[in-house]
């Protein structure tokens, strides 16, 4: 009894998981080619009114004959492993000969993700006037199924901040609001929608996003985490992409063979860091595993980023969900087995910055050449030996390509010897004195080293001091990935449970055989194995089922804060469903026919209707569709870590509103602890008040304020921002010696343009915060908070300790009472530091 007991919860515990996991079958005690097998509802052929229902399923080509209801807590459970263990107990009741027949012949159906994309037909809604282009009648259409109507559109000055925060990343400034609301021409929507797009914040905006996928950042990682002096460069690059509505086409095939697509191009090289941006240990001794490592990031980071595939999980085993197989995974990988990073390719062209470099560098050298030539001097008779000592600690699949003479080298040992002089230094050379003086065993072990490897320690401490010579603006140099200029490319395997050393098979480079049955058409060039263009060009065909669908629904995710599918970068049969099909085929199949153009994308959307809607709370909304997935109302949402700063920047008007360029490292709090060799704030005080974006992007030491409001990680894709509420995030703008700044700096711009009437103050105040004039019972409510905070500063310098902040930037003409000015600096740092200022509605 206790056994049917238990094989009974242990059937029911399995339903319950499969039915969770998109009925997936078990990968693991079942061939590859079961995997995937079972069909999912087909939301693309049932009826729009569906949409956000139950899961509409469309009619099979031949049913089985009907079956009774089930008793109730009972339901049909598919257990492959059970039934696979335990044929006779679990078997099914054999179906009638003809189903059989039926069955077998049909095909299983693809999932959802891999179909084709389709054109579908505009809806017919009843609301008509509603819909001001297509978007709409495909939110429209759910909603009157499910007896809702839209929100009216918001008020015009909340649209503009909406839109602005959106599109830029900051907040609008008053005299923009107030252009906006006061147009009374009917193509005013129009107008501002293409002023958002036309500015070079939209780039910003729309870059600080891709680099959240491309796991952006200048430095290394790791324990050493060195700096990437150049990698601004692959920053700058998104940005102008951006600007310039380069088709998103061409931006990814660029981004994965721009090196092969643009050869006689740097800018090729330059979009190569969307590749070249893993995190990355320099100390790692099995050149080899890192080798693996590194191809291992690569993969996972296409894979997520562009088709919205977890392919990582099938590194290791068969993907427990989605038909992805270790073969694949292998096969998708070996597109970048011939790929090695680069970091020391010149400039073509030297600018103003690469001068300033050349000569900041020449008085370092000057200044340092007698400690260099020391230094050399001591190392000179060591250096053969010190350099095959370095080389003796890698491990021994490394040293096999080490050791080997440069004319025996394949490609694979290409790779290990072209990482190995990217990562040895004379520090590693070095190395050896220490040993020499300290180990008995090395044949140079005497007195006379140890004092010569004391020497060059005491010339490197001197060479430390001389640091501060260093130019930290970056480099006249680019980084991004090549293949070294060879087409011969090492050959890849698939790996027993993801492990390097335990090879099975050999693969080629091939897609994912769930997707597609297409085969890459691979043409090598002198310099190139060309098989990330062949990758590149199926990535962005237009028959590709994933590219196009994964970024329009990530584009939505950033105007709704909830995809369409709301797993925005797995569209596998763990991910989530999209909620409205239609609408995610609409999207995608004319951002394609619009020649992949990201701006029309925006515009669109934009422009919709349901982007306009208010975003007031409705009962029957929150009754009939609780998590707001059909749009009925427009979802609030928290500004980003970046947009809190960077609008903080803007209502100061401290903003430096500066395109591109090397990053910059603005203050710290000194309790950080960063080194001055992590965090080396810049000489230029401009360079502190520059857009989030430029702020340098250290993977050991984020940058504190932006850490708080929950900035992306750099260490693998970041698909969409955390949203977390802490009180660390009140105390950091309320104590922030920073933030208390701009503070005063508002305060001061607040006085300047309202003059000293108190009333037009907190209207001014609120224009510039919120995009709306003070109500009456707000500004009661600040004037007594005013005359209240007034009266406890004022009993507090009594004694004369208390420092008071007063504004800052006042015309010279100005006359105020210091302590009645201090408190109106609180009072608007009170201000900013509330919700209505770090979110938009």
Not at 160 to 173: F, L, M, S, Y
Not at 290 to 296: H, S
Not at 590 to 597: L, M
Request: neutral net charge; glycine residues 4%.
């Amino acid at each position: 009894m206790k056994k049917k007991l238990y094989l009974a919860v242990m059937v029911a515990l399995a339903g319950a998981v499969s039915s969770e996991a998109g009925s997936a079958v078990d990968t693991f005690n079942n061939p590859v080619g079961e995997i995937g097998k079972k069909n999912q509802p087909d939301l693309f052929s049932g009826s729009v009114s569906a949409i956000g229902g139950s899961a509409a399923v469309a009619p099979q080509a031949a049913q089985t004959a009907p079956v009774a209801a089930p008793a109730p807590l009972a339901a049909p459970v598919a257990v492959p492993s059970l039934q696979a263990a335990q044929p006779a107990q679990a078997a099914a009741p054999a179906a009638p000969a003809e189903s059989k027949v039926a069955d077998a012949s049909a095909a299983p159906k693809k999932l959802w993700s891999y179909q084709p994309v389709k054109s579908p037909v505009q809806p017919t809604v009843n609301n008509k006037s509603w819909v001001r282009n297509p978007i709409d009648a495909f939110v429209l259409a759910p909603l009157e199924a499910k007896g809702l109507t839209p929100s009216p559109d918001a008020d015009r000055a909340a649209y503009i901040r909406r839109a602005t925060i959106d599109a830029w990343g900051v907040i609008p400034t008053p005299e923009e609001v107030a252009s906006f609301v006061n147009d009374s021409a009917p193509d005013a929507y129009e107008k501002l929608a293409d002023r958002l797009l036309s500015s070079t914040k939209f780039g910003e905006r729309q870059a600080r996003r891709w680099l959240d996928l491309a796991r952006y950042a200048d430095s290394a990682g790791f324990q050493g985490d060195q700096t990437r002096p150049n990698f601004w460069r692959y920053r700058d690059y998104v940005i102008k992409a951006f600007n310039d509505d380069k088709p998103y086409s061409q931006f990814i095939q660029e981004q994965v063979a721009g090196d092969e697509i643009l050869p006689d191009k740097q800018e090729g090289i330059i979009a190569t860091g969307f590749l070249a941006g893993f995190p990355d240990n320099s100390n790692s001794r099995d050149l080899v595993q890192r080798k693996y490592q590194i191809a291992t990031d690569m993969t996972d980071t296409v894979g997520k980023v562009v088709l919205g595939q977890t392919v990582e999980c099938a590194r290791c085993h068969n993907h427990k969900f989605d038909k992805i197989s270790q073969k694949d995974y292998f096969s998708l990988q070996s597109f970048f087995a011939n790929v090695s990073a680069v970091d020391n390719i010149p400039v073509a062209k030297k600018g103003a910055l690469e001068h300033k470099y050349d000569e900041q560098y020449a008085k370092w050298e000057e200044a340092t050449k007698d400690i260099r030539a020391k230094q050399d001097a001591i190392l000179a008779p060591y250096q053969e030996k010190g350099l095959k000592y370095h080389k003796e600690r890698y491990l021994t699949d490394s040293r096999e390509s080490i050791f080997k003479p440069k004319e025996q080298w394949n490609a694979h040992d290409r790779w290990v010897n072209h990482r190995l002089a990217n990562v040895t230094t004379e520090t590693d050379v070095a190395s050896y004195l220490r040993d020499a003086s300290d180990n008995p065993s090395n044949p140079d072990y005497s007195t006379d080293i140890a004092l010569k490897a004391a020497q060059y320690k005491e010339l490197t401490d001197e060479l430390t001091k001389l640091n501060d010579l260093k130019p930290v603006f970056g480099a006249p140099t680019i980084s991004g990935v090549s293949e070294l200029g060879h087409a011969d490319a090492p050959p890849s395997y698939v790996f027993f449970g993801g492990d390097h050393e335990r090879k099975l098979e050999e693969v080629q480079p091939a897609f994912p055989e769930a997707i597609t049955d297409e085969k890459p058409v691979i043409t090598p060039t002198e310099f190139s194995s060309g098989r990330r263009t062949a990758l590149a060009k199926w990535l962005t065909s237009d028959t590709n089922p994933l590219t196009a669908r994964v970024y329009v629904n990530r584009i939505w995710e950033q105007y709704f804060g909830r995809g369409i599918v709301e797993t925005v970068s797995d569209f596998g049969k763990a991910g989530q469903k999209p909620v409205n099909p239609e609408l995610l085929d609409y999207l995608a199949d004319s951002f394609v026919k619009n020649g992949w153009s990201v701006k029309k994308l925006h515009r669109e959307i934009l422009l919709s209707g349901v982007y306009r809607q208010s975003s007031g709370y409705r009962e029957d909304v929150a009754k009939a569709d609780p998590e707001n997935k059909l749009l009925a109302v427009f979802p609030r949402k928290r500004l980003e870590a970046e947009e809190i700063r960077d609008s903080l920047l803007v209502a100061s008007g401290q903003l430096e509103d500066k395109v591109g360029g090397p990053s910059v490292f603005p203050p710290v709090p000194a309790n950080l602890g960063a080194s001055p060799a992590q965090w080396k704030v810049s000489k230029d005080k401009k360079d502190h008040n520059r857009r989030s974006l430029y702020i340098f992007t250290r993977r050991s030491v984020p940058y504190p304020l932006l850490s708080t409001f929950d900035m992306a990680t750099a260490q693998e894709a970041h698909s969409k921002r955390d949203v977390t509420t802490t009180p660390l995030q009140s105390l950091a703008l309320l104590n922030s010696d920073v933030v208390l700044g701009w503070s005063q700096s508002l305060a001061g711009r607040v006085i300047n343009e309202a003059g000293n009437d108190e009333s037009a103050q907190l209207d001014k105040l609120y224009q510039i915060l919120f995009s709306r004039k003070a109500t009456d019972s707000e500004k009661e409510t600040l004037l007594k908070f005013l005359n209240s905070h007034e009266k406890s500063v004022r009993e507090k310098i009594t004694d004369g300790k208390f420092a008071i902040s007063i504004p800052t930037g006042l015309k010279e003409n100005q006359k105020l009472d210091p302590i009645r000015a201090a408190a109106f600096v609180d009072l608007v740092h009170t201000v900013a530091n509330s919700n209505e200022f770090i979110y938009r509605f």
